[in-house]
């Protein structure tokens, strides 16, 4: 396993989220968290772009799919390594975005991630959370005016979007 | 179109104004200093063509695409120009010996693999190498910000949309961008072909014709083939395979490829040869119309060769190896042909067992024979696979779960129904049979050219 693999698993085991690639919504799970993980400052190296399910990475799954086939095991490598204690602040500014049931998760990581991306990579216009809603609901995330306002919050308390950066919720 | 360029695969290409401004630029003609096959020519010795010659490709092909499907999914001129162009960039952000030097954060030393030393708790320092990004953003960076580029597009905005495009970055632009990385993958079609016979072997021969005169577009606009060339189409994800087993994973540009990635590996370690330290370190380099410039296939020859007069043995002996073309031995091979669906097989094959055993047993090997570790080589490259894979369940139940990138696998117009289905869904089709399947290939390998001690090396590890 290489470095960047080894990497992923111990954030994803500070993120308390098993590293399962059997059903879409496992798969779905770790692309969120990873994407989030970076932007809470841990940077793994991967490159996002937008697929039909929100953010989205190739390098990310071909990584994710050798540690599967690695015999070793997950388990080794989480018992072996450790992460920084600077990675682990920084992802604990995820915290509020992981709270959720299980089955809740990959939605809501989904939802947090889009959000994060659309307004990170300037692709809406700087007029409220109006726009936003209306892209997400182009792409199948049917989500309230107001569920979106407080997700951007969320991601502002997190510290996760710049402050002076453009983006609907910019005062 | 203002002017035709003569191409060895697909013939006249034709060109528009702003693509002729594009092609003329420095950033687009770094393509030229950049093989396609990276040292594939040190096996193949005609296989030199460039990343140029492939980008024009892969404009003749989209050019092909947008003749059949461009009426059918609405897009206007100013989009078939965007499309067009973003074919044409969508490999300008590549590295030195493409993937060799892109995938450097990958490569992980013959000592580190050593599991016999101490087994204590390291703390990975996340922060310490920010990885190098990966050629689609390098891609995108080189798109938005170099000037000639720019100006040749004409404004940013343009630029971004055509980056976007290729790195599927815009929401907004999803369906046009399913176009460049769609099932057709025109990358594919044009390189399979080119490498083919660059190499002088017959396996990515596919009836490329045949397939793009078949290209339909479904009510909901999926792209897809029409029923009759589905031999066609499993022909084509076939090549590819055939084509990493001969050409791609050829044992001695593996060979050459792991001993030039673990020489650079050690030269970033040790902040030698001005190899870029780390991610943010190429990110300026691409910024830089000087350095850009520069970072050709060129770059890493100038490393190697300066790497001759170093002072470390092994950093030394890897560089005779690639500069003298003295091809690390191989030892022993190891090749599994694995069902991903199946954990036990998954993890425990003929290559898992072999690398356990190499990072058991090489320590002791290299000192019994007084070779240092670093001399020994172990070449992983990635598995090979018939179709995009998105689950490690069998690809018959895949369908009732969406899949991760559904755009993206090869879609068949069955008769009968308006809407494409994906090739590993069609029952009659040998690839959904394969779909589950991947081969795997481990390879070590030694920097020695002793045949005697070579000879002996092979026994032992054989026995093991």
């Known amino acids: ?171 | 179109m203002d002017r035709i360029v003569v191409d060895s695969i697909h013939g006249a290409i034709e060109l528009t104004e702003l693509e002729r401004r594009v092609i003329d630029t420095a950033s687009f003609q770094r393509l030229r200093h950049l093989k396609q096959l990276a040292l594939g020519h040190v096996t193949y010795p005609n296989a030199t063509h460039s990343r140029f010659a492939h980008s024009l490709g892969v404009l003749a092909v989209m050019s092909r695409v947008l003749r059949s499907a461009a009426g059918k999914l609405g897009l206007d001129e100013e989009q078939q120009q965007d499309l067009r162009l973003a074919a044409l960039l969508h490999d300008i952000g590549h590295y030195p010996y493409s993937h060799l030097m892109e995938r450097l954060d990958h490569t992980v030393l013959t000592e580190e693999r050593n599991r016999r030393s101490d087994r204590g708790t390291p703390k990975i320092d996340l922060r310490r190498v920010l990885p190098y990004p990966g050629h689609e953003e390098v891609g995108q960076l080189i798109v938005t910000q170099q000037d000639d580029l720019l100006d040749a597009i004409g404004d940013t905005a343009r630029a971004q949309r055509i980056a976007d495009l290729f790195t599927r970055g815009r929401a907004a632009d999803l369906q046009l961008s399913k176009l460049i990385h769609s099932s057709l993958d025109m990358d594919r079609l044009d390189y399979l072909i080119r490498d083919a016979r660059a190499a002088g072997v017959p396996y990515g021969e596919i009836d490329i014709n045949y397939l793009l005169n078949h290209v339909d577009v479904s009510p909901t606009r999926m792209v897809g083939i029409k029923y009759k060339a589905l031999p066609a189409a499993e022909q084509f994800l076939l090549a590819r395979y055939f084509m990493h087993r001969t050409v791609y994973y050829h044992k001695t540009t593996l060979a050459m490829e792991e001993a030039f990635r673990q020489l650079l590996r050690r030269c970033r370690d040790k902040g030698a040869y001005d190899v870029p330290r780390d991610g943010s370190a190429i990110r300026e380099l691409v910024a830089d119309r000087a350095g850009l410039s520069e970072f050709t296939d060129h770059f890493l020859v100038s490393v190697a060769r300066r790497a001759l007069e170093n002072d470390n043995d092994v950093i030394k002996r890897l560089a005779e190896a690639i500069v003298l073309r003295k091809p690390p031995k191989l030892l022993r091979e190891a090749v599994a042909l694995i069902d991903v669906t199946n954990e036990t097989e998954r993890k425990h094959n003929a290559c898992t067992s072999f690398l356990r055993t190499c990072e058991d047993r090489l320590e002791e090997l290299a000192q019994d024979h007084s070779l240092a570790l670093g001399l020994f080589l172990i070449a992983e490259p990635p598995d090979i696979q018939l179709e995009k894979r998105g689950a490690l369940i069998p690809a018959g139940e895949a369908g009732a779960q969406p899949s991760d990138k559904e755009d993206e696998l090869i879609k068949v117009f069955v008769p009968g129904k308006n809407e494409p289905r994906s090739l590993v869904d069609i029952p009659e089709s040998l690839i959904k049979h394969c779909a589950n399947r991947v081969a795997r290939i481990v390879r070590l390998y030694v920097v020695e050219y002793d045949q005697a001690k070579v000879q002996q090396l092979r026994d032992e590890v054989q026995a093991w």
């Open chain 1, 1 to 171: 396993m290489n470095r960047r693999q080894i990497a992923n698993l111990l954030v994803l085991q500070e993120l308390k989220i098993q590293p399962r690639l059997d059903l879409f919504r496992d798969r779905l799970v770790i692309q969120k968290a990873i994407y989030l993980a970076q932007a809470a400052g841990v940077d793994l190296g991967y490159y996002y772009g937008w697929y039909l399910h929100g953010p989205y990475c190739s390098s990310l799954t071909k990584d994710m799919f050798g540690a599967a086939m690695d015999p070793d095991g997950v388990e080794s490598v989480q018992e072996r390594y450790a992460l920084d204690q600077l990675s682990k602040q920084q992802l604990g500014r995820l915290g509020a975005l992981m709270q959720a049931e299980a089955e809740n998760l990959p939605r809501r990581l989904e939802f947090f991630a889009s959000v994060h991306y659309l307004i990170d990579r300037q692709q809406v216009p700087d007029d409220g959370p109006k726009t936003l809603r209306q892209r997400l609901k182009a792409f199948d995330k049917d989500f309230s005016e107001v569920e979106v306002q407080n997700a951007i919050k969320t991601l502002r308390d997190a510290n996760l979007l710049k402050p002076a950066q453009r983006g609907p919720n910019r005062s």
